[in-house]
């Protein structure tokens, strides 16, 4: 499958009174995690980092992209107890049309800890079909 979804991790998030930016950590596992699934689903991510995506006071952060998706953004995420409910999140996204799905419906913590879920970008869709009409 190829690489359209993507999980971008921040790489300055450190939580309070800490030096460590544990967003490299939580990068590493979950690469790994999504490997070891191999499960044609998950190989469809692409993950990667970036320095701030402005949810600071809530460490870590973590976003979901997808071609004419809704994006989301996580916070307080743990490298250390997050990994399986990031993975199981990737494969519901991955099926979803739109991206666009209830807090209820999202694994675990992923249900209290969103931050942001953004509509997809439409603007090009309807420019496109404004013109065939
Ligand atoms: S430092 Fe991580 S969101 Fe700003």
Redesign the pocket.
């Known amino acids: 499958m190829t690489q359209s979804h993507r999980i971008t991790v921040?790489t300055?998030?450190r939580h309070k009174g800490s030096t460590c930016r544990p967003g490299y950590e939580l990068i590493d596992k979950l690469r790994r995690a999504i490997e070891a699934a191999a499960d044609g689903v998950t190989e469809a991510f692409e993950v990667s980092g970036v320095a701030?995506?402005?949810?600071?006071d809530r460490?870590?952060?973590v976003a979901y992209h997808g071609t004419r998706k809704a994006t989301y953004l996580f916070g307080d995420i743990d490298p250390d107890a997050d990994i399986d409910d990031l993975v199981a999140f990737a494969r519901q996204y991955a099926y979803l049309h739109d991206g666009w799905c209830s807090s209820v419906d999202r694994p675990g913590k992923l249900r209290k800890s969103t931050l942001a879920r953004v509509p997809a970008a439409m603007m090009v869709m309807e420019e496109t079909e404004a013109r065939a009409s």
């Open positions: 921040c300055s998030c701030c995506m402005a949810g600071c460490p870590c952060t």
